[in-house]
């Protein structure tokens, strides 16, 4: 059964789901990572997507 559309949250927004693979590649792409090291930001810095971007963005500009 599809999900209800009517109900819809932004709990998540601010995270990025390690699990999720469309979501990991989604965030590697924006960054011009790979996907392992957008695993390895995941990891070491947890799913907090305003970090993650500010770690992504200081590791693509070295």
């Given amino acids: 059964m599809a999900d209800d559309t009517t109900k819809r949250d932004f709990r998540d927004r601010g995270r990025v ?3 999720e693979e469309y979501e990991v590649a989604y ?4 960054f011009q990572l790979t996907i392992p090291e ?6 070491k ?13 200081a ?3 070295r």
């Fill in 17 to 19: 789901s390690g699990d």
């Fill in 27 to 30: 965030f590697a792409r924006k």
């Fill in 38 to 43: 957008a695993r390895d930001l995941i990891k």
């Fill in 45 to 57: 810095h947890g799913n907090d997507r305003a970090t993650l971007e500010r770690e992504a963005k």
């Fill in 59 to 61: 590791l693509s500009s």
